[in-house]
């Protein structure tokens, strides 16, 4: 079985596992679990952040910095297609009481014209517009890329009209892997920063929310309210820190299978629009003898090979940690009989 479903499919390796059954442990609830206490302080340093918060997902971080960040009745601007926005269960209103502008981008990407068009007036009529919420990479725009000098330009835009920048950064080390970018440069430029470990650095479990001392202390009382206060985890924690130390650079070759099977895929009929490939995920549209469904089935049933129709035209796949380049070939090889 070859599973590019998502990046979340991956398990741990054997020294990962190692790594987890060798941490120290304790109740992390009171503070008390070391591995958590490490963990938060390596990824907070990365950014040059303050502190961090280790949650059970990067849903729970996104939700809890959106809560911290928002009054009842404010407004969250972000892209049409963030994954804040349109995966996480209307988590916005439920959690913040807060309303969305949703902003159509380039490939899940917003500028800083467009924030700046977004902003609400000073009008009682309207939501207080309170935070920007960015996603880099973007899911939805096939693993894109923001450019980091329009990431500044949106910062000076937030500063001048006094709304936070929050970065949803699931598949933040796939971009600055791809572009070659330093993780202190994206500290300075957001107010807060939701890293997902559990995608392609491959734990099974956990996010870290970044932020200064008094918004992760407030982030951690709402961690509790929802539910998100975890005992010994540090076991789960001590994955985090392995795949910190040893999981960034091997990205790239995620990122090279992407583009082999972009390449593979070019030449077929079946294919119409094959998305930019920027970093391990490839969004591709289909048309003539195979619908999205029909591709993804016969790829499933004959040939053991699992991706996603994510729409009425487009199929997915997501390149990881548990894929190898044999894997990649093996699929290029289908791809050329059907």
């Known amino acids: 079985m070859i599973d590019y479903r998502s990046d979340t499919f991956t398990k741990p390796t054997p020294a990962m596992l190692e790594a987890m059954f060798r941490a120290e442990v304790g109740d992390d609830v009171f503070e008390e679990d070391p591995t958590i206490n490490k963990l938060e302080i390596l990824s907070a340093d990365m950014f040059g952040k303050e502190a961090g918060l280790f949650c059970p997902s990067g849903t729970m971080t996104n939700q809890i910095a959106i809560k911290c960040h928002t009054q009842p009745g404010d407004e969250v601007i972000c892209e049409e297609l963030s994954h804040v926005y349109i995966y996480e269960g209307g988590g916005i209103a439920f959690n913040a009481a807060a309303s969305v502008r949703p902003v159509k981008g380039d490939r899940g990407r917003i500028t800083a014209e467009q924030v700046r068009e977004a902003i609400n007036p000073e ?35 937030c500063k001048e009209q006094g709304l936070a920048l929050h970065l949803d950064g699931a598949r933040l080390f796939n971009a600055l892997v791809a572009k070659n970018e330093k993780p202190q440069a994206y500290g300075q430029v957001f107010d807060t920063i939701s890293l997902c470990l559990s995608k392609g650095l491959g734990t099974p479990v956990g996010s870290v929310l970044l932020g200064d001392k008094n918004f992760i202390k407030k982030a951690r009382r709402v961690r509790k309210v929802l539910g998100g206060g975890m005992r010994q985890a540090g076991y789960l924690a001590a994955a985090g820190i392995y795949a ?8 790239a070759e995620d990122h090279q299978h992407a583009q082999m099977l972009a390449d593979a895929l070019a030449s077929k009929d079946f294919v119409r629009v094959i998305n930019p490939v920027e970093t391990n995920i490839l969004i591709f549209e289909v048309k003539g003898r195979f619908t999205p469904q029909g591709l993804v089935d016969k790829l499933m049933n004959e040939y053991d090979i699992k991706c996603i129709a994510i729409s009425r035209t ?11 380049r044999e894997m990649v070939e093996k699929t290029i090889d289908v791809l050329q009989q059907l």
């Open 123 to 157: 009008d009682i009529h309207k939501p207080y517009s309170a935070l920007v919420s960015l996603e880099n990479t973007a899911n939805r725009g096939g693993g894109s890329c923001y450019d980091f000098a329009e990431l500044e330009k949106i910062k000076e835009v």
């Open 244 to 251: 910190l130390e040893n999981h960034i650079d091997r990205l």
């Open 314 to 324: 487009q199929v997915r796949l997501v390149l990881h940690l548990d894929v190898t």
